[in-house]
């Protein structure tokens, strides 16, 4: 009894409108000649009632026909639009030529304004009988949001994408949003009206307007715009207490996908975020295109991006090289979904192991390399110093040297900000990366380059999914100085620009990112606890815990010695490398290594002897001391107790 005869089932509502559709016909061909009559104020005369008495039935056959074709009788009119209202014009044009053909034929005479008002007639009665389920619904629809709070809405963008979230935002009985005003910064459009909302000003006055009305939640539905009028817009959005909504892109608009459920929470990226980066794509297909391509570290933040934007130019092979193979497999996993026709291969091993990426090399003969292996956590590394030097300096010297045997072509590091004046281990490992690349440069085949720069948002180990994982925990969210200052750039920017970097390349240039302006961690916590819905000193805290071991207030992207050259791309700079001496930069690296081997303590000293800009902080120097005793003392006292047997 699934299917109860009751005005819900869409056959039974179909034959309601069938039965309304005859009478209205019948009723619609008497009225339109007796109105026709009584406007000159005389009684119709028999002749013309006769032809209409005569034909009504053919007429009512007709008109239904045409109703069935133009599909009027099961469409969802309760969602009717002007698409709708179009096919009733159409069906009232029809139904009016046909009558007339057929009283002409059949030699039954009409006064020819008969016809204007039979279809003034019938195309009212019918838009009434649609239209009717879509006033009933909308009724409907009100009653029960008045029931539950609306979220008052303010919508940024009186162009289509708008229009189209509006509209949907008031007709839709599952969403309970009162728009309650517009922004647009055209002048022309302020003080109109869009679906019946008025367009109150441009984005001068977003908070006014957020406070005058109440606003729960801003959506901001300009799929064309700027990166930087985004970031603009939502920095005004962000300083008010209202949730905060974007359409992604304009692929949405083109493919006329524009609906609420597109729409996505506001994320830190978007209020950081520059106008897109242009690369050259010839460029970079031109030494990626057809070629043999090793990425290490290919299954981390920074090279699985580089395997993404890689497979998209069309290598022969890509090689991914990787020591944890869930990070790697995951990447596998992806690129094979995305790219099924790409020749991939995906090797674990470690950049330290020598004969592993000798052979890996040798076998694969790649024309290109993108060494993205590394450790990168600052405070970690000054805790396990010889790991830094072990994995960073000589996976990249062993990788460099395979490299070189192999004839590539084209060797690329990834550098960091952290090498210039390093004050931490893992900044002055990198320096010296890219010392040995600038030494294998002179003397090899192979173009060895450097790519230097900041961080770069949502990477593994970095502050925001930290912060994120701070307030999931129920805070508090940590900074270590409210001071301290870094640059960021998302991870396919960051990628994009090192690819370019890449077709630059001649051999022993350090190539250093614009990254656009310093971000104070403090703020992007701030917004963070703020996108995340919460209230600042309410039900999240910030807590400043002290600068960590070989930590900076600030990042530098250029030594004052190295100065600074541009390249084609305005984003992208060349860095005079610093002169040193190879010869002994070769035998201290010797004795580095060795050093690192045997676990000693003075690793970091040893270090500075090479790299003259890392200076030590005292207190660093002083705890790495204060440990080593500790150590050497519990070392001791395990010797010193009783042996057994004694």
Same mark, same amino acid.
């Given at each position: ?7 819900? !089932? ?60 133009? !599909? ?156 930087? $009028? ?152 000054? $805790? ?19 490299? $070189? ?18 004050? !931490? ?29 900041? !961080? ?191």
């Amino acid at each position: 009894m699934g299917n109860k005869m009751t005005l819900k !089932n869409s056959r039974v509502r179909m034959f309601i409108l069938f039965l309304v559709d005859i009478g209205t016909i019948i009723a619609d061909s008497y009225l339109a000649m007796i109105l026709r009559f009584q406007i000159d104020g005389m009684w119709v005369p028999v002749e013309y009632i006769t032809s209409v008495h005569r034909y009504v039935i053919i007429n009512v056959i007709t008109t239904l026909i045409i109703f069935w074709v133009l !599909n009027l009788y099961n469409r969802v009119w309760s969602y009717a639009s002007m698409h709708e209202g179009g096919l009733i014009i159409c069906a009232g044009l029809l139904s009016t030529t046909f009558q007339a053909f057929g009283l002409s034929l059949l030699y039954l005479p009409v006064p020819r304004s008969y016809y204007l008002f039979y279809f003034f007639f019938l195309t009212m009665t019918t838009f009434v009988t649609r239209f009717s389920y879509r006033i009933f619904h909308v009724m409907k629809r009100g009653i029960k949001n008045s029931k539950k709070q609306a979220i008052n809405t303010m919508v940024i963008g009186a162009g289509e994408a708008g229009s189209m979230i509006i509209n949907e935002m008031k007709n839709s009985r599952y969403l309970s949003r009162n728009v309650v005003c517009v922004i647009d910064d055209n002048e022309n459009k302020k003080g109109k009206y869009i679906n019946g909302i008025r367009i109150a000003g441009g984005r001068d006055v977003i908070k006014e307007c957020a406070k005058r009305y109440e606003v729960d939640e801003i959506v901001l539905a300009i799929p064309s715009a700027s990166t930087k $009028d985004t970031r603009d817009i939502l920095r005004i959005c962000n300083e008010t207490e209202c949730k905060m909504k974007v359409l992604p892109g304009m692929y949405q608009f083109i493919n006329e996908d524009i609906t609420v459920s597109k729409l996505r929470d506001v994320s830190i990226e978007d209020l950081l975020g520059r106008d897109a980066i242009d690369i050259d794509i010839d460029s970079v297909a031109g030494y990626i295109k057809n070629k043999t391509v090793l990425v290490t570290g290919g299954g981390g933040s920074i090279g699985s991006e580089l395997c993404r934007q890689i497979a998209a130019h069309d290598p022969r092979m890509l090689i991914i090289f990787d020591i944890y193979e869930n990070s790697a497999y995951d990447i596998q996993m992806e690129l094979q979904h995305n790219y099924p026709k790409l020749k991939l291969e995906v090797l674990i091993g470690s950049v330290r192991n020598t004969k592993r990426i000798e052979s890996v090399m040798e076998l694969y003969r790649p024309d290109v390399v993108y060494h993205a292996a590394a450790h990168k956590h600052v405070p970690l590394m000054e $805790d396990s110093p010889n790991e830094a030097i072990k994995n960073n300096v000589f996976g990249t010297y062993k990788t460099a040297r395979a490299a $070189d045997k192999c004839g590539v072509k084209k060797f690329v590091i990834i550098s960091t900000d952290k090498a210039v004046n390093p004050t !931490n281990v893992m900044g002055a490992s990198k320096r010296l990366c890219e010392m040995i690349i600038q030494t294998f440069s002179k003397y090899s085949k192979t173009e060895y380059v450097a790519v230097r720069f900041g !961080n770069v948002l949502g990477s593994n180990g970095s502050v925001i999914p930290l912060f994120k994982k701070q307030m999931e925990a129920g805070g508090p969210v940590t900074v270590t100085h409210p001071d301290i200052i870094r640059y960021f750039m998302t991870i396919p920017e960051a990628v994009s620009l090192v690819m370019q970097a890449g077709a630059y390349a001649h051999g022993g240039e350090i190539f250093v990112l614009d990254m656009g302006e310093p971000v104070k961690i403090a703020d992007m916590a701030k917004n963070l606890i703020r996108l995340s819905g919460y209230t600042l000193g309410v039900d999240m805290e910030i807590k400043y815990t002290g600068l960590r071991p070989g930590e900076k207030l600030y990042e530098e992207l250029l030594t004052k010695e190295e100065g600074l050259q541009k390249t084609e791309n305005d984003l992208i700079f060349i860095g005079k490398p610093l002169e040193f001496d190879e010869v002994h930069f070769l035998s201290k690296l010797k004795e580095l290594e060795q050093a690192a081997v045997d676990e000693a303590p003075n690793v970091k000293e040893l270090v500075s002897e090479i790299v003259p800009t890392y200076h030590i902080k005292e207190e660093d120097k002083r705890r790495d001391e204060e440990i080593y005793k500790e150590l050497v003392g519990l070392g001791q006292a395990s010797h010193e107790g009783p042996v057994v047997g004694e």
